[in-house]
């Protein structure tokens, strides 16, 4: 069975942009979770942390969205004998120390954390780059 190859390569940059999409709509979520954070810093309070755990979970919702399209992108590479590793780890946030033990120590934990997971998701984001470049390079 012939496998046609400009149709694996078709599916494959849509998997590749899908997974890209959700994970600049994380980056950006958490960009706004570290933005309220720091307010949370300065002494925002309880709505700065209930404001920036709301944009935690968003970010949260969108990584695992992106999760399940970077597995289908992987799929899609394997159709095409282009297996090429994205690694995308987000860790787990420590979203329920902040609330509870609202206090310094535990906001810069989390401004780390979010610092760290919007690094991680960067480096996803080259990755997926790089694969979708090759992708729209001519045979």
């Given at each position: 069975?012939?496998?046609?190859?400009?149709?694996?390569?078709?599916?494959?940059?849509?998997?590749?942009?899908?997974?890209?999409?959700?994970?600049?709509?994380?980056?950006?979520?958490?960009?706004?979770?570290?933005?309220?954070?720091?307010?949370?810093?300065?002494?925002?309070?309880?709505?700065?942390?209930?404001?920036?755990?709301?944009?935690?979970?968003?970010?949260?919702?969108?990584?695992?969205?992106?999760?399940?399209?970077?597995?289908?992108?992987?799929?899609?590479?394997?159709?095409?004998?282009r297996l090429d590793?994205?690694?995308?780890?987000?860790?787990?946030?420590?979203?329920?120390?902040?609330?509870?033990?609202?206090?310094?120590?535990?906001?810069?934990?989390?401004?780390?954390?979010?610092?760290?997971?919007?690094?991680?998701?960067?480096?996803?984001?080259?990755?997926?780059?790089?694969?979708?470049?090759?992708?729209?390079?001519?045979?």
């Amino acid at each position: 069975m012939a496998v046609d190859y400009e149709k694996e390569r078709q599916e494959a940059i849509e998997a590749g942009t899908a997974a890209l999409t959700y994970l600049r709509t994380a980056r950006s979520q958490l960009g706004g979770a570290r933005a309220w954070g720091i307010w949370d810093l300065f002494g925002g309070g309880l709505f700065a942390s209930i404001a920036k755990h709301g944009k935690m979970n968003d970010a949260q919702e969108s990584l695992n969205k992106a999760k399940a399209e970077l597995q289908n992108f992987r799929r899609e590479l394997q159709d095409l004998d282009r297996l090429d590793q994205v690694d995308l780890r987000t860790g787990d946030f420590i979203g329920i120390a902040d609330v509870v033990f609202d206090g310094l120590f535990a906001d810069l934990a989390m401004q780390n954390r979010i610092s760290e997971a919007r690094a991680e998701i960067d480096r996803a984001i080259t990755g997926v780059e790089e694969i979708l470049e090759k992708l729209q390079q001519p045979m």
